[in-house]
């Protein structure tokens, strides 16, 4: 706020730790410099990094589309090699041939010995690759085939097979199985070549009759087993049999996704199959299964992920519809061991790792990051940033793919520290260059600002001086430029201060002068409604011990006439009359010199006291009060006491009055460190702005009142919306003056 007509100081930013001016001008040259650095680098570094991530998604989607069609083509070229095979007239002769094998094979349970030979092999080498998710007893009794020409099969090709296990399709001749066994040696070579060409797991005959797998090229112990009944019954290889039983197009194939497959030892699998036609009618299906060796091998390049100029982190992988994997992801085949660590810490469930751990493969287990999932849900190609399974940052592009019976989406991506590692570098070149810049900068602005300053200094010098009161000062003005000006300036100002020296000392003495006398003023008002009330207790204290007595006096003299009349009634009753109003004049007086010292506050309590005040209030004509009171007086001081009694003589006052009102109320109570009165009536108030009008004697003794205690004064009116007055008395404050 302005004070004596010298406008308020404008504050001023200063920076804390330049608080020279030479310091000052070379750090702001010097901050020029690099901001200019900061604002073109940042320019460059943002550019540049949104052409590296364009970049980066072209380069994923342009490998996600070739491993895309590479899939497609795969698949196609199966669904092609299926119906092929399936049509072939060697593969219903071969279908035949089986078929009329299997019947010659005695239908009696092999010998004891062959028996227990075969029981050893599911023992001890079939139940121990299941063992994750089978016990052996359990493997052993579910799966350990019951027909009796089922068994002589696996005890040929699985139990007295001399080739391990993973190689029992090396065997060829099987002579003690009669017809069976030369029809095993006439096809097997042929369909053996078939399966190796093209990088196919299995290949299988069944009979449309009874789902009997009369063949299998890798020999499993599904061979010999029915589809159509027992576990086998449950088993994928079983669905696709079914479904393609009921393809009637010659173009049609049934497909199932990959599922863990018993057979196979839980390993994922695909079957895709087609029926087999001899004059029309269906005798058979051709299977062939696919296991996910050739999909991982076409997906991961045959894990040459950097000449496919994935880096480091590239990859490519396949999602199913239900968000598990299709094919192997990069660092689970790169560092296996780091795979289950960052599982680990990404918090997947342990027994899930466990499982991954011990089928060698997340496929079929391993979900997908949330991303992914959203875009499955979508279904459409998009290109974006997310975060994968471990919780990395990575840069994505991903696509649907067309395979017949199969939802599945190729994903590929690459990490984000990887894919912007060029910008990082950037950024360090960036800095060093910044910082060469910086010092330059800084060599030029020390120079520059010593040649500036100097006669800066000068005047600060000068400045000093000056506000020490020396305003003899002067400058030497040598210069023709701005510092020139500003020394001119200076000298002007100097004049000016010494002019003005001696009306500011005259303006400091009408200023102390004007509090001395606002003060003496506040003691005077002070002092006056001390008088007041002592003149208001002289005046009581007169009328109760001198007007009292007297007044009392008449009327006993008027009693005796009273009764001295007795022989005149018209005198009697004169004297009657006067008695009884001198009797109401002395109670009226008695009233008065109440209410000029209230000495009932003291003696009743202030509740009591006002109480009594709202009922002659009341008497007199005024409207009912409503009121509420604290109860507890003692801690309030009586110089509060006797101000809000007046406040509330007043306020009533002004009520019965002017208020013409039909309701008051009124709160007295502490809250806190404060005493609140507030007087409300529901008259006519008064609208204070209107022209001419001027606040009563009453009002503005209340107001001072309350202000020589400390307090706060406030006074709302409106008109046809009543007054309210509010007090406030501090408890623990004194009276001014």
Known sequence: MARCGIPEAVPVFRLPYFRSYRTRLQFALVLIGISAIALTGWMALTGASAALREATYERLTAIRETK??????????????????????????????????????????????????LRRFYREQAAPMVSRDLSESEFVDTWFPADPRQRRLQDVFLARNPHPLGAKDLLVDA?????????????????????????FYDVFLIDARDGRVLYTVYKEIDIGASLRKGPWSQTALARVFEEALLKEDGDAIAVTDYTPYIASHFAPAAFFAAPIRRAGAVVGVLAIQVAVGEVNRMITADRGWRETGMGETGQAYIVGEDRHLRSDVRIELERVDTFFEQLNAAGVDAALIARIRSAGTGILTLEASPDVARWIADGVPVTGLGRDFRNVEVLRSFAPLKVQGMKWFVVAEIETAEAFGPVGALRL????????????????????????????????????RLGRGDFSTRLG?????????????????AEDLERTTVSRSMLDSANRQLRQQQKELEDLAARLIRAQEDERSRIARELHDDLSQRLAAVAIELGKLERLGGGAPLVAERARALRETMAQISKDVHGLSRSLHPSMVRELGMRTALAQKFRSFFDRGGPPVEFEIQEDWQDVPDEIQLAVYRLVQESLQNVLHHAEASEVTLTLKSDGPLLRLRVADDGKGYDATAPGWQPGLGLASMRERVHLLGGN?????????????????????????
């Open 68 to 117: 895309r069609r590479q899939i497609e083509t795969y698949f196609a070229d199966v669904r092609s090699h299926v119906l092929a095979l399936a049509a072939d007239e060697s593969t219903t002769q071969a279908l035949f041939d089986f078929e009329a094998g299997w019947s010659a094979i005695p239908a009696s349970l092999p010998e004891e010995a062959a028996e227990a030979e």
């Open 175 to 199: 002579p003690q199985l009669g017809a069976y066994g030369r029809a095993h040696q006439r096809y097997h070579p042929s369909l053996h070549r078939y399966l190796n060409s093209f990088g």
């Open 429 to 464: 070149r960036m800095l060093a260059l910044a910082g060469a810049i910086a010092l330059l900068f800084f060599g030029a602005a020390w120079v520059l600002a010593r040649r500036v300053t100097e006669p800066v200094r000068s005047l600060a010098e000068s400045a000093r």
């Open 477 to 493: 003005v040598e210069a023709d430029d701005e510092i020139g000006e500003l020394a001119a300036s200076f000298n002007r100002m």
């Open 713 to 737: 004064f406030r006074i709302e009116s409106a008109l046809g919306k009543g007054t309210t007055i509010t007090a406030e008395f501090p408890l623990g404050g004194t009276a001014k003056g």
